[in-house]
């Protein structure tokens, strides 16, 4: 079983800030997911990457598959992006390509 | 078009009765996936199929869980005789290819309390 770890479990910070969240996991994978949590409860897949970085407005992704790591950026961080934040990855090994195991979350906060 | 779709979205049991949770994935999408979230929890793999084939059930917690997917399109997930230990909410995702290779989009869940 992949183990998933997040940090930090809480982040909070003012309204510009630049924030980093930080996903390790401990066998090797095909690809990995960020997934937003709003506090009304939907799921928002962010992105789903396999190798260096991706973009897309304000939020950055970025992989190190040798390290088994992922970082989320979030740039001139925004009341509105307050939510929890979720890496997952496949199960490792074997042929259950769709099990995904998750992390425990990153609750960020930030204020006006 | 229409995301995933989920119901009921709400649903208040007895203890021991049966429910039933539906979902009915973005059209054409090959692969289905079922979540349970406790509150203040992350999401908890159940299940998944490839059309109409359920590759993996290990994440079922018990045998008074079941899913089906009959006709590789809408999937229904039971859970017999239910428990307070039972109650979370249950989440579907779809995505367009196989399973694994791709974005998964997130139905709103299914609010389950077992009283």
């Known amino acids: 079983k992949n183990e998933v770890e997040q940090s930090p479990q809480n982040l909070t910070a003012q309204e510009g800030e630049f924030i980093t969240i930080n996903c390790s996991y401990s066998?090797?994978?095909?690809?990995l997911h960020w997934l937003q949590q709003h506090p009304g409860g939907g799921i928002v897949s962010l992105f789903m990457l396999s190798s260096g970085k991706k973009k897309h407005g304000r939020l950055i992704a970025t992989i190190n598959i040798q390290e088994k790591h992922s970082s989320l950026h979030i740039t001139a961080s925004h009341p509105r992006d307050s939510a929890v934040y979720i890496c997952?990855?496949?199960?490792?090994?074997?042929?259950?390509?769709?099990?995904?195991?998750f992390g425990q979350g990153t609750i960020l906060t930030v204020h006006p | 078009g229409a995301g995933v779709s989920q119901s009921p979205r709400y649903k208040v049991t007895k203890r021991g009765q049966d429910v039933a949770l539906r979902c009915d994935p973005i059209?054409?999408?090959?692969?289905l996936y079922w979540y349970r979230q406790a509150l203040g929890q992350g999401p908890e793999f159940l299940t998944y199929f490839n059309y109409e084939a359920q590759q993996d059930k290990s994440g079922l917690p018990n045998d008074r869980f079941s899913a089906e997917r009959p006709e590789g399109s809408i999937s229904t997930l039971t859970i017999q005789r239910t428990e307070q230990r039972d109650s979370a909410m249950y989440r579907c995702?779809?995505?367009?290819?196989?399973?694994?290779?791709?974005?998964?989009?997130f139905g709103p869940g299914t609010r389950l309390t077992v009283l």
């Open positions: 995702a779809s995505s367009l290819g196989q399973p694994g290779l791709g974005e998964q989009f």
């Open positions: 059209s054409g999408h090959v692969s």
């Open positions: 997952a990855v496949p199960n490792a090994g074997g042929t259950s390509y769709g099990k995904l195991t």
């Open positions: 066998v090797g994978i095909s690809a």
